[in-house]
Nanobody, 121 residues
Framework: QVQLVESGGGLVQPGGSQRLSCAAS????????MGWYRRAPGKQRELVAA???????NYADSVKGRFTISRGNAKNTVYLQMNSLKPEDTAVYYC???????????????WGQGTLVTVSS
């Protein structure tokens, strides 16, 4: 079983910064794509930033220049550095990974449980 565990959410003031972390664990053969999505109140879940299987990064237009996605050396961890936060960034942030399981070699799409980021004064 593969799990993604997020951390780093909380309350932050407008203009502030926050860093989210996500670590994958379990029986993993390989991880290709890995990234972050968010769901704001009353809205659908949307892509925030992600690494593709080819290693390129994609960002939502609304976060370009403010958010940076990075991966840890072990490649099973992904981070989201969020700067210049705005109230409209308030959302539950979800980690997502495209994983090849280590026992059955099945391809899986795995989601974390989500972490709430609230941007408010």
């Amino acid at each position: 079983q593969v799990q993604l565990v997020e951390s780093g959410g909380g309350l932050v003031q407008p203009g502030g910064s926050q860093r989210l972390s996500c670590a994958a664990s379990g029986s993993i053969f390989s991880i290709s794509g890995m990234g972050w999505y968010r769901r704001a109140p009353g809205k659908q879940r949307e892509l925030v930033a992600a690494f593709s299987s080819g290693g390129t990064t994609n960002y939502a237009d609304s976060v370009k220049g403010r958010f940076t996605i990075s991966r840890g050396n072990a490649k099973n961890t992904v981070y989201l550095q969020m700067n210049s936060l705005k109230p409209e960034d308030t959302a539950v942030y979800y980690c997502n990974a495209e994983v090849r399981e280590g026992e059955t070699y099945r391809y899986l799409e795995v989601w974390g449980q989500g972490t709430l980021v609230t941007v408010s004064s």
